[in-house]
Every structure is written in structure tokens, then in C-alpha cells.
């Protein structure tokens, strides 16, 4: 299967590309540690498989308008 050819289907049947959706999904996990867990922010980063902790928090921020810090810090508001 030619890689292009792969996007091209994977696009067409799910409305997204292949990467747009591994980042979804790798955005899905470090909310639910963000919430759940005290992990330090650079270390959720390497969990979700991001290597760098500020491309991690810019992807972030794109995806949900608000740090990891400050998503973080809703959550735990809320629990009080």
C-alpha cells in the first residue's frame, strides 16, 4: 500500500488524516492525565509521545486554547 495512496483513503473515509488523528488521540490521553494524575507536564509529554515538552504545550494550546497548566488547574477547580 503506497503510503499517499493510504492517506488519500484514510482522509476521504474519516474526514481527518491519519497524523491529525494520532495527535487527536494522543491529546485524549494527556487530558486524562492532566486530570487524573500529578505527573509533571514534561513527563505526560513523553507519555503521549512527544519529545519535546514546549511542542507538546503548543499543540496543546492550538487544540484546546489553554496551557496543560491551566487545563490542569480547571480540572482540579471543579473537583473542589
Keep these: 500500500l503506497v503510503p499517499e495512496y493510504f492517506s488519500r483513503l ?12 494520532v495527535h487527536k488521540l494522543r491529546m485524549q ?19 503521549v509521545g512527544y519529545n519535546s515538552p514546549s511542542h507538546f504545550g503548543k499543540l496543546f494550546k492550538q487544540q484546546e486554547h489553554m496551557t496543560p497548566n491551566r487545563f490542569r488547574a480547571m480540572y482540579k477547580q471543579e473537583d473542589k
Design 10 to 21: 484514510y482522509k476521504k473515509l474519516y474526514h481527518t488524516s491519519p497524523i491529525e488523528h
Design 29 to 47: 490521553d494527556a487530558k486524562n492525565k492532566l486530570i487524573f494524575s500529578s505527573l509533571p507536564i514534561a513527563q505526560i509529554s513523553k507519555s
